[in-house]
């Protein structure tokens, strides 16, 4: 069955980097795009970029210069990377696929807390 | 980019009420995506392309709307259903974006 399966650190020290690794199963990466969407505490979802199936990205704007997806087709593995952190950066960091530009996101990882402290 | 506003931010229904929550887009959009999310878990696909159902939700659920305005209807509510629901829209280049969300809640 189709799964998307994180793993990262819980705590971050400001102005650290956080690096969170998607691994899915049940599906390719060289059909699927892969989505980061994040989730401060008690507030809504906030779209932070995508890697699609070719491997282009689209990233949100506001984040563009501190984000960097990457990924590795034969190990199914996609790879998120967000410089600089700030305590406004703590929140649940999701990863979630689409098939197509446009369409929704049909399965979501289970999430990993982030908190920004020293 | 264009803004997603989610009316009520929060509401509460009794079992078996006909429940409506709406979704404005600053600008025209040509379909709509809405999620539920229950506290603790990761959001879940909900209704995609407007008005399809994802696999496994009731059918007392429906999504409707084109251009500017989309809402989702509960025809009659159950406890099960109360979560926080978001919308979500991906027409125009990115960002994709999302609205505030509507808590729903079972009274």
């Known amino acids: 069955q189709v799964q998307l399966k994180q793993s990262g650190p819980g705590l971050v020290q400001p102005s650290q980097s956080l690096s969170i690794t998607c691994t899915v199963s049940?599906?390719?990466?060289?059909?699927?795009?892969v989505h980061w969407v994040r989730q401060p505490p008690g507030k809504g979802l906030e779209w932070l970029g995508v890697?699609?199936?070719?491997?282009?990205?689209d990233y949100n704007a506001a984040f563009i210069s501190r984000l960097s997806i990457s990924k590795d087709n034969s190990k199914s593995q996609v790879f998120f990377k967000m410089n600089s952190l700030q305590a406004d950066d703590t929140a649940i960091y999701y990863c979630?696929?689409?098939?197509?530009?446009?369409?929704?996101?049909?399965?979501w990882g289970q999430g990993t807390s982030v908190t920004v402290s020293s | 980019q264009i803004v997603l506003t989610q009316s009520p931010a929060i509401m509460s229904a009794s079992p078996g009420e006909k429940v409506t929550m709406t979704c404005s887009a600053s600008?025209?959009?040509?379909?709509m995506h809405w999620y539920q999310q229950k506290s603790g878990t990761s959001p879940k696909r909900w209704i995609y392309?407007?008005?399809k159902l994802a696999s496994g939700v009731p059918a007392r659920f429906s999504g409707s709307g084109s251009g500017t305005s989309y809402s989702l209807t509960i025809s009659s509510m159950e406890a099960e259903d109360a979560a926080t629901y978001y919308c979500q829209q991906w027409s125009s280049n990115p960002p994709m974006t999302f609205g505030g969300g509507t808590k729903l809640e079972i009274k």
């Open positions: 049940g599906f390719s990466l060289t059909s699927y795009g």
């Open positions: 979630a696929r689409n098939k197509d530009y446009g369409s929704a996101m049909d399965y």
């Open positions: 392309d407007t008005s």
């Open positions: 890697i699609w199936s070719g491997g282009s990205t």
């Open positions: 600008s025209s959009v040509s379909y």
